[in-house]
């Protein structure tokens, strides 16, 4: 049966739905703190839980979506990101408000259970254009949701920002149930991995608790020690329960192989090296020139700085495509290369407003020719009734790389703050993309010169 013209467009839609969610992130931080009356360290609860429940839902909504009920998996899941945007919106006190924001989470793993639909009704050959631009659909799609939060935010309330996004998922849901084909008798009906799927939660967690509070609570803090070591154990334990396992949340063994894992440590590199480039210019946007280094620019101008990076990475993912399936592999070091002379532009220069949105664009660019060729190198690589769980753990590595890199921004910024922090903080995250983009190379050039490769 041939799938229909809308499938793809339906799903782009519904994948915009993680980028109109994560756009109610750092930008609006400062208008949250005031809003409940809490502090701004408090305040950043708001990403942190976020990024807690995405990133132990994301495998969990993979492995599933390699099941018989994808369709309904994204409608159920869609379903709560409405009831956690209506419960953001509505909220009167600060606890409430989390517990919306808790169950938005689920939107990391949107984009991992569409890049499945795609590859089930399209077939393997036809799936690659699809999968490529449904994995930058995040970025293409946060160039205009931060905008919209920001002219929201600031002309009415951040409130509004949140009942916009519960009427885009609404009519996210609507588009799917009417546009998306039922599974049939695709997928194939597995046990669920109880037992990993537990043990990776509570070692994601504790993980990712320690990265985001360790310079709030200090590194050297038992609380801080306790959960990263609590993490690192369930981890080790999940490592070695699913290469058990007769059907793992993950196979492990499909990890290792070359592309995945090309694929995999790219993810967490590149996340890391990105999110601590784009925190700072957020913060470079809106701080007072008084401070050195600050753009002063209001709220409602403030989310514009990522437009580049929205017409970047479209562009890079449309150059991608034109290019075709073969081209995957050098597409990760061509594009952590422009990534890596965005964040060292960043990094020597950023005064002028220009100079900042010209390395958004570069950023752009990267992000669309590296994320495209992440899932598609991952999808080709393995059987298709382990794409989904395949695809998601990359995704949780991108988040995993991000919440690294946020913590490596706060402590920076703790340790120094002012112009100094801010310099030191773009310093690394440019050294952090060059390293990974020299490594992407010598891996190239190892592959090209092995006769098992030629």
Known sequence: ????????PSLIYAALTTSIVSSLGMLLVPSIAAGFQVSVSAAQWMLTLNLLVGAVATPIMGRLSDGRNTKKLLLYSLAIILIGSIIAGAATNFGVFLLGRALQGLTYGIVPVTIVLARRHLGEGKADPAISTLSVTVATGLGLGYPLTGILASLLDFRVAFWFASVFVLTAIVVVAKWVPADGAEGRSRPFDTAGAALLSIGMAGVLIAISQGSHWG????????AALAGVLCLVAWTLVELRSSDPLINLRVVKSPDVLLANLTAIGLGAAMYMSLSIVSIIAQAKQATGYGLELPLFWAGFVMLPLSVGSLAG??????LGPGSMTTM???????MAAAALMLWLTNDELWQVLLGMLLFGLGMGAAYAAMPTLIARSVAIFE???AVSFNQVLRTVGGAVGSAIVASILAANPGQHGITVALGVGAMTATVVFVALVLNQVRERRSPARG
């Open 1 to 8: 049966m041939t799938p229909p013209r809308t499938l793809v």
């Open 219 to 226: 590194w050297a803090s038992a609380p801080t020690i306790l």
């Open 317 to 322: 993912n449309r150059f991608v495509r034109r």
């Open 332 to 338: 990760l070091p061509a594009g952590a290369s422009l």
């Open 387 to 389: 794409v989904g769980s």
